[in-house]
């Protein structure tokens, strides 16, 4: 970025973190607005249970494989316009959904928010690191991390509650409004902030090694949480006569819990290291994640969902600054990188849950998929709890200390 770039965008900071916090909070809540009223949504299109999976699967297939391309964007064009690209897509995706008359446009509408949810993620997080110090940039990234968690909480409760009291298109309609006020509101950012350089240093295929271990941690903690996704709403229903009203405020009351756990998992992560705090969440998933199908009641099923919460918020929240330590650990501060290492590990893992459980269920049954699933993560446990090398054996020269 330019001196002039940097200056304006130092002095624009604060405003640039509200805004980008709340396009990240956007992408959330409007993705988790949808997960308490997909099953009821998608039946008056004849949807069934395998095609609702192969839907929700969508969107994190979509994002994986447009994040590199979001990266691109953002290393030719500069992250201003990733993000508006990404902002536009997103309004985009939601106005396709509030006026969708079939299959193909609510797929098309899916794969476009998957699509525009890389792009912002990505852009949003290099726009964050270029505008602040390296003595202020991890509050920032935590300021917009935890404008991210509260997604879940408002999303999934208000698209329960607009589907149930007004109608089924209400909650698009209203998220599309929302994001057109964003997109409007990144009209002012100047297209120069973050401008990357088209000769980028490429790395060896080796040295994304260096990345394997935290980014499988992420690929199964999202792979386990969107797995719920479908499955849970229809559980619910099915044993507690739910509605998406009622499945939404309790699926918002997790959210709330992991939100909370988040910042304890974090300060537990500095005190006792990562990768033991990594392995306990993972430990607390593959007995809390069985856990869901036992109740019989309200009270049980409350408890058990806030188990799990707390437990995934321990899994997930000591992966980002573990990725960027892999970063640092091979001689290289191109944290941009990481960020991108991150969005397609979740996005994988948000292809494969959803997927997995939707092809699992009809089969299994609710229980024994959520069986299958925590074995799986179990046997994760081996490769996932030793601590990594202090220096990867792909780094060139040493780490620097910080």
């Avoid at 604060?14 to 009223?37: G, K, N, R």
Wanted: contains cysteine; hydrophobic residues 55%.
């Amino acid at each position: 970025m330019s001196t002039s770039g940097a200056e304006e965008g130092g002095r624009a900071a604060p405003a640039i973190l509200a805004l980008i916090t709340l396009i990240l909070f956007t992408d959330i809540m409007s993705y988790d607005m949808v997960v308490p009223l997909l099953p009821d949504y998608a039946r008056m299109w004849g949807i069934g249970q395998t095609g609702l999976g192969l839907l929700s699967g969508t969107y994190g297939l979509a994002q994986l494989l447009t994040v590199p391309l979001g990266a691109w964007v953002c290393d030719r064009l500069g992250a201003v316009r990733g993000l508006r690209l990404g902002a536009a897509g997103l309004f985009l995706s939601q106005f396709l959904c509030a006026i969708a008359n079939g299959r193909v446009m609510l797929f098309a509408a899916r794969a476009l928010h998957g699509a525009a949810g890389g792009a912002v993620s990505t852009a949003g997080l290099a726009l964050l690191a270029s505008a602040f110090p390296a003595g202020q940039r991890g509050r920032a990234l935590g300021t917009a991390m935890a404008g991210m968690s509260l997604g879940p909480l408002v999303g999934l409760p208000l698209g329960g509650l607009l589907f149930t009291r007004v109608g089924p298109r209400c909650p698009f309609f209203v998220s599309s409004a929302w994001t057109l006020l964003l997109v409007v509101g990144l009209a002012w950012l100047p297209s120069r902030l973050c401008r990357g350089s088209p000769r980028t240093r490429r790395r060896p295929l080796s040295a994304w090694a260096a990345y394997l271990r935290p980014a499988s941690a992420v690929v199964l903690g999202s792979a386990l949480l969107s797995s719920l996704e479908l499955t849970l709403p229809l559980h619910l229903e099915e044993m507690l006569a739910a509605t998406p009203e009622q499945t939404g405020l309790l699926l918002g009351l997790a959210a709330l819990l992991y939100g909370l756990a988040a910042p304890l998992a974090g300060w537990a992560s500095d005190r006792w290291g990562g990768w033991r705090v990594l392995a306990a969440g993972l430990a607390a998933c593959t007995v809390a994640l069985p856990l869901l199908a036992v109740p019989r009641s309200w009270g049980g099923e409350v408890v058990a969902l806030l188990v799990f919460g707390v437990a995934c918020a321990f899994l997930l929240s000591p992966t980002l600054p573990e990725i960027a330590a892999a970063c640092e650990r091979q001689g290289d501060r191109s944290f941009g990188s990481a960020y991108a290492v991150f969005n397609l590990s979740y996005a994988v893992g948000m292809a494969a849950g959803p997927i997995a459980s939707g092809v699992l269920k009809p089969a299994l049954g609710f229980g024994l998929t959520l069986v299958t699933l925590s074995a799986v993560a179990a046997l994760s446990l081996f490769f996932l709890a030793v601590p990594p090398p202090e220096r990867s054996p792909f780094a060139s020269e040493p780490s620097p200390r910080v």
